[in-house]
Structure formats: structure tokens, C-alpha cells
């Protein structure tokens, strides 16, 4: 009860957010998705505007970011960043950001200068409107005494984060549902991060390409799940792989409050019709039953 209200105090606004308000469904994209258009500062500058009012058309409601450097998004200020979304009829929704241990770190346990780096990070997305921030990859060691220090460095991350009113989550990939001796990678970061201070944005395509069930880890973990990546091989539910029905019907049991769709390929040679045909793939879907 109390890790469930201290997360509630965070977002009271957000409350009921996958099933919309008045009936309306809102679902973020992940701008990865459209990074061959504006992936990085040069294509942003050049087509953000056309591209991001052509999402809003489809019915995204936010964004998460995926190109933050020294400050920048995009190549922008996060004040730009926030105002180019805005204008858009989009929301900053959240941040994909990474920043790996290094050996010294690692060998030590002394984070100074990676959490050096993350209060500039985490500066700046709070001045871009974001919700939260997400690291989508690091280099999983080979052995769990070194998992944990990483462990321990995402609960400090996750610290920072809620001191400034944001949230820190993990996403996954399928390499997380391997074994460090018989131990699963991605049951070792739940189990030694601090729910206060960490949820898991889980990867629902990546999870089942690790073979395992999305909907059996939020009955084993209920409520670690803050944020999902919808996602299928390309735009939702063409390749019958994943079992969206039942993600959608177990939203409450997995403490989900947004869900980002991302495009990792598209399948007819254009993106964006990609992700039109996901974006009316959810609006067509019953969220919660």
C-alpha cells in the first residue's frame, strides 16, 4: 500500500490514462519508430513538424523521446523540444536515455560521475515536460554480483528522478530473460530494485521473443509495470504473435499507466502508414474489459 500511494502521488493527472478520458484512448509513440524521418538533429530540424502533426492525425497523444545529448533533444533545447511537441496537440510524454557503468564503476561501486551526467539528464527533461525516463539497454555482466551494482545504480537513477518529480524505469530487450547461473537476468533487476524507485517499462514483442508471457510476469510482479511498449514485429497485431487482448485486460493487475507503441520495422516500405495501422489497431482495441 504504501509503494502503490507514493506512486499514485506522482501522477494524479494520469490516473485511468490507457483507457482515456471520456472515452478517448491515449497511446504515445516512440519516435524511434519514425527515426529514418526525424531520428536525428538534422532530419529533426528538417521534418519535425510535418511528421509529428501527421502522428496527432492518427491519434497518438504523446511521445517518447529517443535522441537526447549533452542537454539537447533532437538538437534542441528541452524548452524547444516541449514547445515543438506541444504545438503538435502531443504531450512529452517520456525520454529513452542510457548511460552504461564503467569498469571503474562497476569495479568500485562508486557512480559519481555516470550520476554526474544523470542530474544534467534528468535537469533537462524535467524542463522538456517529460513523465518519466527510461534506460532501453546496458551491457548485462556476466556475473550477479556485478548485476547488482547496477541494480544498486538504478535505484540511486530512480532516487534522483523522484526528488525532481520524474520516474525511472528499465526496458527490456529479449537477452533479459537469459540466466546468469539460474538466475533469469530480468527477475534479478525486479527482485533488487526498489519499487519506489524503479518500474519496468516491459517490451511486451521482446518479452515474448524471450519466451516468456507478459501476463505472467505482471501476476508474479503486480504493479512493476508503469509504462509498456506496445509492439509487434511491425505495425500491431499482423503477426498474431503477441496476445494483446489479455495485456490490455490485465492493465490494472500490472500497474500500467501509459502505454508507447514502437515500430521496429515496417512491412509495406513506409513508416508512417505503419503507424497509422497501429494507431487504428488501438483505437479499434478494447483497452479494458
Not at 521534418?47 to 539537447?72: F, I, K, P, R, W
Not at 538538437?75 to 503538435?88: L, T
Request: charged share 20%; net charge negative.
Amino acid at each position: 500500500m504504501k509503494r502503490m500511494l507514493a506512486m499514485l502521488s506522482f501522477f494524479p493527472l494520469l490516473l485511468g490514462s490507457c483507457s482515456g478520458n471520456g472515452g478517448e484512448k491515449e497511446f504515445s509513440i516512440q519516435l524511434y519508430s519514425v527515426r529514418e524521418l526525424i531520428g536525428n538533429p538534422e532530419l529533426y530540424a528538417e521534418n519535425h513538424v510535418q511528421v509529428l502533426s501527421e502522428l496527432a492525425g492518427m491519434g497518438y497523444t504523446g511521445v517518447e523521446a529517443a535522441c537526447y545529448n549533452d542537454g539537447l533533444l533532437y538538437g534542441v533545447s528541452p524548452e524547444q523540444f516541449k514547445a515543438d511537441i506541444e504545438a503538435a496537440g502531443l504531450k512529452p510524454l517520456s525520454s529513452h536515455v542510457s548511460l552504461a557503468l564503467s569498469e571503474n564503476a562497476l569495479m568500485t561501486g562508486d557512480f559519481s560521475v555516470e550520476l554526474a551526467w544523470w542530474d544534467k539528464c534528468i535537469a533537462a527533461h524535467k524542463a522538456a515536460g517529460v513523465s518519466y525516463l527510461v534506460m532501453p539497454w546496458f551491457p548485462v555482466p556476466a556475473e550477479l554480483d556485478a548485476l547488482k551494482r547496477y541494480c544498486d545504480y538504478f535505484n540511486e537513477i530512480g532516487r534522483r528522478c523522484n526528488e525532481q518529480g520524474l520516474r525511472f524505469g528499465y526496458h527490456n530487450h529479449s537477452h533479459e530473460f537469459n540466466k546468469i547461473g539460474d538466475k533469469v537476468v530480468y527477475d534479478f533487476i525486479l527482485e533488487n530494485t526498489d519499487p519506489e524507485l524503479v518500474f519496468m517499462q516491459m517490451d511486451v514483442y521482446w518479452a515474448v521473443m524471450g519466451r516468456v508471457s507478459p501476463v505472467e510476469y505482471f501476476k508474479k510482479y503486480p504493479g512493476r509495470f508503469e509504462l509498456l511498449h506496445i509492439k509487434d514485429y511491425s505495425a500491431l497485431g499482423q503477426s498474431g504473435m503477441v496476445g494483446f487482448d489479455a495485456i490490455f485486460n490485465n492493465f490494472e493487475l500490472s500497474g500500467t499507466r501509459d502505454i508507447v507503441v514502437e515500430i521496429e520495422f515496417s512491412t509495406c516500405g513506409d513508416i508512417m502508414q505503419s503507424c497509422r495501422e497501429s494507431a487504428d489497431y488501438l483505437k479499434a482495441a478494447e483497452f479494458v474489459k
